[in-house]
């Protein structure tokens, strides 16, 4: 086998971990939690379906990609849940640790490649990495307003936090951000949210 090719191999096994990093948003149709590689799947067709909502013309192409890397950091840093500040204090020097071993078992064009899109979707400037954002915080939203709240409510989470910790969406999505309003208010009408 060359040099580059067990890179890669190498690089294929480490995240098959992802698998195994759950997250706090349940899957709708079995009383269980997803992991990483389910949300990123899921949030990655979103970004095809949902194209036409971003405020400015996306590379479908390169969000996709985006949304399917942005994880592979929480095989070393863990998932911080949403609403954890005081995980959030560490968060960002966690993943940049994992983001330089985990992309670091790649060939170097490809270790480069997935640093870049992985650091473009943390700072959220472009319209790619704003749209990938919106549609990393959709998707937990939605399955978890579709399940009656269950995480806000173990959680303990009130309506202003939901809206405060994701007003960034509008910036990349007015009409997903619409949704999330509106979704948001049924949840705390219906009670799932204090």
């Given at each position: 086998?060359?040099e580059?090719?067990?890179?890669?191999?190498?690089?294929?096994?480490?995240?098959?971990?992802l698998?195994?990093?759950y997250r706090?948003?349940?899957?709708?149709n079995?009383?269980?939690?997803?992991n990483?590689s389910?949300?990123?799947?899921?949030i990655?067709?979103?970004?095809?379906?949902?194209?036409?909502?971003?405020d400015?013309?996306?590379?479908?192409?390169?969000?996709?990609?985006?949304?399917l890397i942005?994880?592979?950091?929480?095989?070393?840093?863990?998932?911080?849940?949403?609403?954890d500040?005081?995980?959030?204090k560490?968060?960002?020097?966690?993943e940049?640790?994992?983001?330089?071993r985990?992309?670091?078992?790649?060939?170097?064009?490809?270790?480069?490649?997935?640093?870049?899109?992985?650091?473009?979707?943390e700072?959220?400037k472009?319209?790619?990495?704003?749209?990938?954002?919106?549609?990393?915080?959709v998707q937990?939203?939605?399955?978890?307003y579709?399940?009656?709240?269950?995480?806000?409510?173990?959680?303990?989470?009130?309506r202003?936090?939901v809206?405060?910790?994701?007003?960034y969406?509008?910036?990349?999505?007015?009409t997903?951000?619409?949704?999330?309003?509106?979704?948001?208010n049924?949840?705390?009408?219906?009670?799932?949210l204090?």
């Amino acid at each position: 086998m060359n040099e580059r090719l067990k890179k890669q191999i190498d690089f294929i096994t480490e995240i098959d971990k992802l698998k195994n990093i759950y997250r706090q948003t349940y899957v709708l149709n079995e009383d269980r939690k997803e992991n990483d590689s389910e949300h990123s799947w899921h949030i990655a067709v979103l970004a095809f379906i949902l194209a036409e909502y971003s405020d400015e013309p996306v590379d479908v192409l390169k969000t996709v990609k985006m949304l399917l890397i942005h994880d592979i950091v929480e095989i070393d840093a863990g998932d911080t849940y949403y609403y954890d500040s005081e995980g959030y204090k560490s968060k960002r020097e966690r993943e940049e640790k994992a983001s330089e071993r985990i992309f670091g078992l790649l060939p170097d064009d490809q270790r480069d490649e997935m640093l870049s899109l992985w650091n473009e979707f943390e700072e959220r400037k472009t319209p790619e990495s704003k749209f990938a954002n919106v549609l990393d915080h959709v998707q937990p939203l939605t399955l978890n307003y579709k399940k009656h709240g269950i995480a806000w409510q173990e959680h303990g989470i009130y309506r202003n936090q939901v809206l405060e910790r994701n007003s960034y969406m509008k910036d990349g999505s007015e009409t997903l951000w619409n949704y999330v309003n509106e979704i948001v208010n049924d949840a705390h009408k219906n009670g799932w949210l204090k």
